[in-house]
T-cell receptor
């Protein structure tokens, strides 16, 4: 079984500051992928960043970085220099090589960026 | 442009009626998924298909049915047996092999009136 936990229902951040969104996971499969998606109020899910379980370095994509701590089974998303347009729901997800690669999602974190 | 198209965006259903949500993709993806989203619940898997003419139940399949007659299409029928169908429904697709991201449609908001 696989499980994704996001413990922060809501987060607030000041514009231009950095924010960390927490995600922990649980799996016994050694080969897995971790994903973060953004869901603005329009509803569609936008892929942000990916981290593979065998990747040695933390993933980065522009202002997004993933703080991957394998031993602690955490995959936190860091957004640097927050912008008003970053206000949205953020979902952490996991796929397992032994689980037919089906994405499993956490409950999400609502991020609000204040001017 | 490649992508996933869901229709309609909003759907209203009377109690006791079946309704079908459309999902079409032109990404040449093998795998397609249907998720249900309720406030505070995240995304829950209803059905998935990894190849044409084959599909599997997800975590909350009761009251739903699907078909996969074409690679591009994966319609979801919400039957009258679904006790609480009011929700936001998201269709997604992925390559299906390997740890690749999923691509999503814009969703269908279903309301029972």
């Amino acid at each position: 079984a696989q499980k994704i936990t996001q413990t922060q229902p809501g987060m607030f951040v000041q514009e231009k500051e950095a924010v960390t969104l927490d995600c922990t996971y649980d799996t016994s499969d050694p080969s897995y992928g971790l994903f973060w998606y953004k869901q603005p109020s329009s509803g569609e899910m936008i892929f942000l960043i990916y981290q593979g379980s065998y990747d040695q370095q933390n993933a980065t994509e522009g202002r997004y970085s993933l703080n991957f701590q394998k031993a602690r089974k955490s995959a936190n998303l860091v957004i640097s220099a927050s912008q008003l347009g970053d206000s949205a729901m953020y979902f952490c997800a996991m796929s397992l090589s032994g689980g037919s690669y089906i994405p499993t999602f956490g409950r999400g974190t609502s991020l609000i960026v204040h001017p | 442009d490649g992508g996933i198209t869901q229709s309609p965006k909003y759907l209203f259903r009377k109690e006791g009626q079946n309704v079908t949500l459309s999902c079409e993709q032109n990404l040449n993806h093998d795998a397609m998924y249907w998720y249900r989203q309720d406030p505070g619940q995240g995304l829950r898997l209803i059905y998935y298909s990894q190849i044409v003419n084959d599909f599997q139940k997800g975590d909350i399949a009761e009251g739903y049915s699907v078909s996969r007659e074409k690679k591009e299409s994966f319609p979801l029928t919400v039957t009258s047996a679904q006790k609480n169908p009011t929700a936001f429904y998201l269709c997604a697709s992925s390559i299906g092999r390997g740890l690749n991201e999923a691509f999503f449609g814009q969703g269908t908001r279903l309301t029972v009136v």
